[in-house]
Each structure stands twice: as C-alpha cells, then as structure tokens.
C-alpha cells in the first residue's frame, strides 16, 4: 500500500473510533482543551508520546524537537524565534498543566550528533582560516545539552560509545530539567506546589521505561522490561551518576 493511502486508512480508524464509535470524548474536546501533562519528547518517528502512554487526544500537550531538549530561559533577540520557550509558556500559564515530564530515549540521534562533533571547529584549533559558514541548525541546537557531554567526559573517562551515549541521553534530560527550573513562570507555579518536573527515559532495547529519583540520583525503572527482554538486548549500564 502507498504510504500516502496508509495514512488515510489510519485517519478513518481514527474518524471510525473517536467520531462514531465513541464521540463523546471529541463533543468535550470541540469546546478546547484542558490536559494536565505537557510532555517534551524527541521528533525521533520511534518514541511517539501518545502511542508509548496510550494517550487519548486531549491528554498531553506535546512539544517534540530533536533530542527533547529545553533551551534556557533568554531575553527575547531580534531575529531568534522561541517555539519551545513559547510553547512551555501556554502551557504553564494557560493550560495550567499540572506536571512536565521530559521524556529521552536510547539510540537518540541529536545526542549521538552531539557527542561525534567537536567542542571546537578543528581548523580554527589549529590556526587555520575557519571554513566557509554553511547553515546548520542542528549543531547549535544540540549544544543545549552540552553539560550533559562534558559530565560524561569527565566522568566516563574510559567508557565505550555506546556507554557514553546511553549516559549522555540520561545526563541531557537533567540539563532541561534545569533549563526548566530557569523559566520564572515554571519556577513560581513549582513553588506555589502547583506544578511538578519529571525526567522520563524509554530504554528501547529492553522496552522499559525510567524515571530520574532525585534520591537515587540515577535513573530507576518505572515500567521494567518484560521477562524475555534481556534475551533480545545488551545495555550499556555505565551511567555518570555511579561516579
């Protein structure tokens, strides 16, 4: 089947369930909309929150980009736009939203490209000329979660690649969680104890789900692996919180 065509058979069982089977939920849903979680996930086309959670629309208010990463709160600049500040806002301040939960994965490409570029342009390390700029919004925005790279680096001398990035993935959902804490609106809504901040990690390979404990200080299994999983997988388990 077409690709096109399976979308649109995948928008009549949609049509099918939610607007003749079971229309009430959209009849609510006409008037707007009232979620309780916004969830920061990555664009990654593996990791969709409403299919992971089994999500009703209405349920989560979603903002996904490469890496779920959440820049710092900064004073508006001429010519830089701030969708995921923005949408964080709306969120806070007119949703109201009762949590945020940043949610990685394992195997995410933003911070694989993170950890292969160097901290430094090679050529102007040496002396040289810099190359011709081209255009390249992927760098700048995966730096974001350049804290994160640095902790593994210092404390992950030694580690594989893989253990770097399965560590790397966890340290970066800390770096937006504090990146959070930074927006004045999300502070204030934390304090009056009407908002919480949760840091979610979906180990793909062993079909598990984590959450950060800040007692633990690690990342601890919040739905663990069905019992055949370890058969089909093999971890990194280094982490930069064992140091």
């Known amino acids: 089947m077409h690709v096109i065509e399976r979308l649109l058979k995948g928008f009549e069982r949609f049509q099918q369930h939610y607007f003749e089977d079971a229309p009430a939920l959209f009849d609510a849903l006409r008037v707007g909309q009232h979620p309780q979680t916004l969830l920061i996930g990555c664009s990654d086309s593996r990791v969709d929150p409403g299919l992971l959670l089994g999500s ?42 009762a949590r945020i939960i940043v949610m990685g994965h394992s195997g995410c490409g933003g911070i694989r490209a993170l950890l292969a570029r160097p901290e430094v342009d090679d050529d102007t390390a040496q002396g040289h000329p810099p190359r011709q700029p081209r255009q390249d919004f992927i760098g700048p925005w995966v730096r974001i ?43 204030e809504a934390c304090e009056r104890g009407e ?49």
């Open 56 to 97: 009703d629309p209405g349920d989560l208010f979603t903002v996904r980009n490469v890496a779920n990463l959440v820049p710092p709160c900064t004073e508006m600049e001429t010519g830089r736009l701030h969708g995921v500040s923005a949408a964080i806002q709306f969120a806070v301040e007119q949703l109201r939203v």
């Open 145 to 187: 979660a350049a804290p994160a790279r640095r902790l593994v680096e210092q404390t992950m001398p030694g580690a594989s690649a893989e253990q770097r990035q399965y560590a790397c993935e966890q340290a970066s959902i800390l770096v937006s969680l504090r990146n959070l804490e930074s927006f004045p609106f999300v502070r």
């Open 195 to 243: 908002l919480t901040l949760h840091g979610w990690y979906f180990d793909i390979a062993a079909g598990a789900l984590l959450a950060y404990s800040e007692r633990a200080d690690g990342f601890l299994p919040l739905v663990c692996p069905l019992p055949d999983a370890g058969a089909r997988t093999v971890r990194a388990t280094a982490s930069p919180f064992d140091a």
